[in-house]
């Protein structure tokens, strides 16, 4: 019996690292072609190889991607203007086959959407809409269709940056971790939107309760994380290569602390992706442009945060993704085509280019799959 024991516990221990050797993950990306689309990967810890399960082919621009909890069903925007805006879209996906069935697709009355969220009860689907500066809200069924529009928000004004800001922007759709509330970035006027959501409401969002937070001018905040607790918020200024550390309380928001990414300080910058380690005391922020580099932010004891290290990338680091573990950072390079694999100390939180990159037609996002 001793013997037998043993053996099964030697089993479940070679189980248990082989369900963790490798992560899958969803890969958005821009297309030129319809042999191009989402790519869904597998990545080996230990090797740091990265091979392609399948592409989920005619779908144009499919620059942002989810799935909901049970990943059986994949929503993706489709990022081009139109008469009627861009796409959103949404795959079946089979788990035994690997295969995806596209569902259904409608248009977002907004161009180029690059951003959607899920509602926590997974009956809506928020769509931002960063050319018209608007976004739409659209039912979801238990099968993962997509019922027409219930909603269409335009934001409206501008701010200080002619380039970039001469209306607004809707960048990111992001939901609160703990409170009912939706928060939107808008880089073209400069604020970040918090709106109440009631899931049992037919347009989800109530807009006549919405609060306003306004940035200095010209700052474009693009994406936003929380810590797991939603009291503080970490902010991509993308025109200032800046991240902002912001406290949230009642409906409020009240920026701590800014720090410079890059050297020069610059008023028409390339900051992007911003994510927060698990134990919430790194964090991660990529920039574009001249620079192309992903760099580090330590907490400090008191409470302020510090860059500690600065890393090159690939052209374009649109976006990144740690990995099960916070072990490994895996970096989307759009213009090189490529994604870089960083190992990451998980104590220091500093990171390691590994000698490994895999080669993918301009990838520019990433979901845990």
């Given at each position: ?8 516990l ?30 869904y ?9 990265i ?48 295969n ?9 009355f ?7 969220s ?19 809200v ?16 335009q934001?409206?004004?501008k ?46 969002v ?16 693009r ?54 380690s ?11 442009g ?25 052209l ?32 220091t939180?500093?990171?390691?280019k590994?000698?490994e ?13």
């Open positions: 019996m001793k013997n037998h024991f043993l053996l099964f030697v089993l479940l221990f070679f189980l248990s690292c082989s369900s963790t050797k490798k992560q899958s993950f969803l890969v958005g990306t821009y297309t030129e072609n319809n042999s191009q689309g989402i790519n990967i597998d990545f080996d810890v230990k090797t740091n190889k091979s392609v399960n399948a592409v989920i082919y005619d779908v144009k621009n499919p620059s942002f991607v989810i799935s909901n909890k049970a990943k059986t069903v994949v929503i993706a925007v489709e990022e081009f203007p139109s008469k009627s805006g861009g796409k959103v879209t949404s795959f079946a996906f089979d788990a035994t086959t690997k995806f069935q596209k569902i259904n697709s409608v248009d977002t907004g161009d180029d959407p690059c951003y959607v899920l509602s926590p009860n997974e009956k809506f689907i928020v769509v931002g809409n960063y050319s018209s500066g608007n976004y739409t659209f039912p979801m069924d238990e099968n993962g269709k997509i019922g027409e529009k219930v909603l269409l928000i934001h409206e004004g701010s200080v940056n002619r380039d970039r800001q001469r209306g607004p922007h809707v960048h990111s759709v992001v939901f609160h971790p703990t409170e009912n509330k939706l928060f939107f970035t808008d880089l073209g006027n400069d604020t970040v939107e918090i709106v109440p959501f009631n899931q049992n409401n037919t347009s989800l109530e807009t006549e309760n919405a609060f306003a937070y306004h940035t200095i001018p010209g700052k474009g905040p994406h936003i994380v929380f810590d797991k607790t939603g009291n503080y918020m970490f902010i991509t200024f993308e025109l200032t290569n800046e991240v902002g550390i912001a406290k949230y309380e009642n409906n409020k928001l009240e920026l701590l602390q800014t720090i410079l990414l890059t050297d020069i300080p610059t008023l028409n910058g390339s900051a992007a992706e911003v994510r927060l698990e134990d919430g005391n790194f964090l991660y922020a990529s920039v574009r001249m620079d192309n580099v992903l760099v580090v932010l330590q907490k400090q004891k008191e409470g302020s945060w510090k860059e500690i290290q600065t890393v090159s990338t690939g374009v680091p649109r976006n990144f993704i740690l990995t099960n573990n916070d072990q490994k950072i895996l970096v989307a390079n759009q213009d090189s085509n490529s994604i870089w694999i960083f190992d990451r100390d998980t104590k939180g500093l990171l390691t590994t000698q990159e895999f080669s993918i037609h301009k990838p520019v996002y990433f979901w845990s799959f």
